[in-house]
């Protein structure tokens, strides 16, 4: 499985930007995707996870009600919408695809392959 993340840049506080990660896989959807981020001096932490149907989405306090995880089955892509961005959310985005059970969706261990990242800066 490869993944490939992009959508990254440098924006304003309260700036919008949507990243995707295109998935190469025939199994797409078999998998529960996620996305992490690791900001400068910072360990990797969980952002958003969606589950294989889509129905369930999980999310890190820091960005609830702020950012959206949604994927597309027939692009093979997941996406993430960044909105009300603000400095503390600079970091490299990583993407990720696993299979782990619900209550592991904010671990990074239950992913198996990873994205590239894709670096995202908010200025103040």
């Known amino acids: 499985v490869q993944l490939q993340a992009s959508g990254g840049g440098l924006v304003k506080a309260g700036d919008s930007l949507r990243l995707s990660c295109a998935v190469s896989t025939s199994t797409f959807g078999s998998y529960v995707k996620g996305w992490f981020r690791q900001a400068p001096g910072k360990e990797r932490e969980f952002v958003a996870a969606i589950s294989q149907n889509g129905g369930t989405t999980v999310y890190a306090d820091s960005v609830k009600g702020r950012f959206a995880i949604s994927r597309d089955n027939a692009k093979k892509t997941v996406y993430l919408q960044m909105n009300g961005l603000e400095p503390e959310d600079t970091a490299v985005y990583y993407c990720?695809?696993?299979?782990?059970?619900?209550?592991?969706?904010?671990?990074?261990?239950?992913?198996?392959?990873w994205g590239q990242g894709t670096l995202v800066t908010v200025s103040s």
């Open positions: 990720a695809v696993g299979r782990p059970i619900l209550s592991y969706y904010r671990s990074a261990e239950g992913y198996t392959s």
